[in-house]
């Protein structure tokens, strides 16, 4: 089956057919590094991440480029917070390491290259320039605006009519503007200090002397570049000038992607990218996460707490284009599948290196369902990403492992033994289709969860030490403490193990 993706430039499933049949080149809309990263960010990453290796593993070369916004009045209302550094490039750094840290806890591949705002300014002013003098543009008070009505496509990933189009920018551009729906390209002088008082946390007080962003010279004097115009100009330098998937936040389509559209393909007479994928929103009590609503659960926070398989269990639940809620609900029922997935992975890795396994018995049920969940997983993912459909096709693998250990039951012998060419099809496809949805069946854990284990280590000794000594009344309650917080001991003739509440 070819893969087929919903693309909103179009609003139809369409076939997708990158323009080299062996490379695909896709960017996706970072974040404005202003902020320590939730899980509204960890969602579109993960389902982006999943994007990539379901490219790999279809035989492409994935050219994947995720920019950094380090330029913005945002993190220039961070400066002098909380340590977070003096200038508007520390407290970028500063972010910037802690979003690289939240990726990697994440299984996150790496992109190709990760373009700065700051790296990309004379590719920006050469864009601007460009623009200019093909008459999209025009320069006002040493500020640079795109000409929205020079653009005969305006609107048409947004689906918007120019005259139903309101102003964009700030008010006081308004009397710079030949149409008010005309947007910044290069902003004269530095950022407004009212820009910093909005977007500084409550009780900070920046007192008369607000901080200062950074500025550059160009044509049109000392500035900064616009929003929209840097991710053009970062995608274009590192892909070309079309792209072949263009992702990014549902919010975003209007006016971010509008206006990427509308510049790029003023500059160069190309398409700008052929298929637009946008991420549906993450809603906490029915509204969007997001760092301005102060209604988030930071990466760390989530990693810390549950661990990176039962996070990406719970972030594929749902496709990308789909809105997911977050609750304790949706959480525990993410940690579930995770468990079922790993419990049927370990039993059967048990099995196969048990004298358990036969290389004669033969389990042709257990082989079908697995060619079957194969295939299931295949359709899924062909279908427009549906991480949802794959994650199931997943747990079907192991509840065909989990029928098959219980109708072989005990029996060793012979060919009434486990189908060992079986159950390592099911391990191996678990291994592999799991890793696409960036599961780790042998990976160490992360997050408190190795912590936790040592401290689980710790008390288990500390029981095995009184139950030497004959007190058994003592090792009893360190069991049944331990169980209290989810954590489930068994003791075996080789001594206790246990199972973390997270499943990692």
Same mark, same amino acid.
């Given at each position: 089956?070819?893969?087929?993706?919903?693309?909103?430039?179009?609003?139809?499933?369409?076939?997708?057919?990158?323009?080299?049949?062996?490379?695909?080149?896709?960017?996706?809309?970072? @974040?404005?590094?202003?902020?320590?990263?939730?899980?509204?960010?960890?969602?579109?990453? &993960?389902?982006?991440?999943?994007?990539?290796?379901?490219?790999?593993?279809?035989?492409?070369?994935?050219?994947?480029?995720?920019?950094?916004?380090?330029?913005?009045?945002?993190?220039?209302?961070?400066?002098?917070?909380? !340590? @977070?550094?003096?200038?508007?490039?520390?407290?970028?750094?500063?972010?910037?390491?802690?979003?690289? !840290?939240?990726?990697?806890?994440?299984? @996150?591949?790496?992109?190709?290259?990760? /373009?700065?705002?700051? %790296?990309? &300014? /004379?590719?920006?002013?050469?864009?601007?320039?460009?623009?200019?003098?093909?008459?999209?543009?025009?320069?006002?008070?040493?500020?640079?605006?795109?000409?929205?009505?020079?653009?005969?496509?305006?609107?048409?990933?947004?689906?918007?009519?120019?005259?139903?189009?309101?102003?964009?920018?700030?008010?006081? %551009?308004?009397?710079?503007?030949?149409?008010?729906?005309?947007?910044?390209?290069?902003?004269?002088?530095?950022?407004?200090?009212?820009?910093?008082?909005?977007?500084?946390?409550?009780?900070?007080?920046? *007192?008369?002397?607000? /901080?200062?962003?950074?500025?550059?010279?160009?044509?049109?004097?000392?500035?900064?570049?616009?929003?929209?115009?840097?991710?053009?100009?970062?995608?274009?330098?590192?892909?070309?000038?079309?792209?072949?998937?263009?992702?990014?936040?549902?919010?975003?389509?209007?006016?971010?992607?509008?206006?990427?559209?509308?510049?790029?393909?003023?500059?160069?007479?190309?398409?700008?990218?052929?298929?637009?994928?946008?991420?549906? @929103?993450?809603?906490?009590?029915?509204?969007?996460?997001?760092?301005?609503?102060?209604?988030?659960?930071?990466?760390?926070?989530?990693?810390?707490?549950? *661990?990176?398989?039962?996070?990406?269990?719970?972030?594929?639940?749902?496709?990308?284009?789909?809105?997911?809620?977050?609750?304790?609900?949706?959480?525990?029922?993410?940690?579930?599948?995770?468990?079922?997935?790993?419990?049927?992975?370990?039993?059967?890795?048990?099995?196969?290196?048990?004298?358990?396994?036969?290389?004669?018995?033969?389990?042709?049920?257990?082989?079908?369902?697995?060619?079957?969940?194969?295939?299931?997983?295949?359709?899924?993912?062909?279908? !427009?990403?549906?991480?949802?459909?794959?994650?199931?096709?997943?747990?079907?693998?192991?509840?065909?492992?989990?029928?098959?250990?219980?109708?072989? *039951? *005990?029996?060793?012998?012979?060919?009434?033994?486990?189908?060992?060419?079986?159950?390592?099809?099911?391990?191996?496809?678990?291994?592999?289709?799991?890793?696409?949805?960036?599961?780790?069946?042998?990976?160490?854990?992360?997050?408190?969860?190795?912590?936790?284990?040592?401290?689980?280590?710790? &008390?288990?000794?500390?029981?095995?030490?009184?139950?030497?000594?004959?007190?058994?009344?003592?090792?009893?309650?360190?069991?049944?403490?331990?169980?209290?917080?989810?954590?489930?001991?068994?003791?075996?003739?080789?001594?206790?193990?246990?199972?973390?509440?997270?499943?990692?």
């Amino acid at each position: 089956m070819t893969l087929h993706v919903t693309n909103t430039l179009t609003g139809e499933k369409e076939p997708f057919e990158p323009q080299d049949p062996e490379n695909v080149l896709l960017y996706y809309c970072g @974040l404005t590094v202003s902020d320590p990263p939730h899980l509204g960010h960890a969602r579109s990453w &993960v389902h982006v991440d999943v994007m990539h290796r379901w490219l790999e593993h279809l035989g492409y070369d994935v050219r994947h480029v995720e920019n950094f916004t380090d330029v913005n009045e945002k993190i220039v209302a961070r400066i002098g917070e909380d !340590d @977070l550094g003096e200038s508007e490039s520390e407290v970028a750094e500063t972010y910037i390491q802690r979003t690289i !840290d939240d990726m990697r806890s994440l299984n @996150l591949l790496r992109a190709e290259v990760y /373009p700065r705002v700051s %790296e990309h &300014v /004379p590719e920006i002013v050469d864009l601007v320039e460009t623009l200019i003098e093909k008459d999209y543009a025009y320069e006002s008070n040493g500020s640079v605006y795109f000409d929205v009505t020079s653009f005969e496509e305006y609107g048409k990933l947004s689906n918007q009519e120019l005259d139903e189009i309101e102003s964009q920018g700030d008010p006081d %551009e308004r009397t710079e503007k030949r149409h008010p729906a005309d947007f910044a390209l290069w902003k004269a002088d530095g950022v407004d200090p009212d820009a910093i008082d909005e977007h500084s946390h409550e009780g900070v007080d920046h *007192g008369d002397t607000p /901080p200062e962003g950074l500025t550059w010279d160009s044509p049109w004097g000392e500035g900064r570049p616009g929003w929209h115009i840097e991710c053009s100009a970062m995608s274009m330098t590192h892909l070309g000038e079309t792209l072949d998937i263009h992702v990014g936040g549902r919010d975003l389509v209007f006016p971010h992607h509008e206006n990427e559209i509308a510049q790029s393909e003023a500059a160069t007479d190309q398409q700008f990218a052929n298929y637009w994928l946008h991420c549906e @929103l993450f809603q906490m009590d029915d509204e969007k996460m997001s760092s301005s609503l102060g209604n988030f659960v930071t990466v760390d926070e989530a990693i810390d707490r549950w *661990g990176t398989n039962v996070m990406r269990t719970f972030l594929t639940a749902g496709s990308y284009n789909s809105k997911q809620l977050y609750a304790d609900e949706t959480i525990t029922e993410a940690e579930e599948r995770w468990d079922q997935l790993e419990r049927a992975y370990e039993a059967a890795v048990d099995v196969l290196d048990s004298p358990q396994a036969s290389a004669k018995a033969t389990d042709e049920s257990l082989r079908n369902e697995i060619d079957s969940a194969r295939e299931a997983f295949a359709t899924a993912m062909n279908d !427009d990403f549906n991480t949802r459909e794959a994650q199931s096709a997943l747990l079907s693998v192991a509840t065909a492992i989990n029928r098959h250990l219980e109708a072989i *039951g *005990g029996d060793t012998d012979g060919e009434g033994g486990s189908d060992y060419r079986g159950l390592r099809r099911a391990v191996e496809t678990l291994e592999e289709l799991g890793g696409v949805l960036g599961l780790s069946f042998t990976g160490e854990t992360t997050g408190s969860a190795t912590l936790a284990g040592d401290v689980v280590e710790l &008390v288990l000794d500390v029981r095995e030490a009184e139950r030497d000594v004959g007190n058994y009344e003592r090792a009893d309650e360190l069991r049944d403490e331990l169980e209290a917080l989810g954590i489930e001991v068994q003791d075996t003739d080789e001594g206790a193990t246990y199972r973390l509440p997270s499943g990692e």
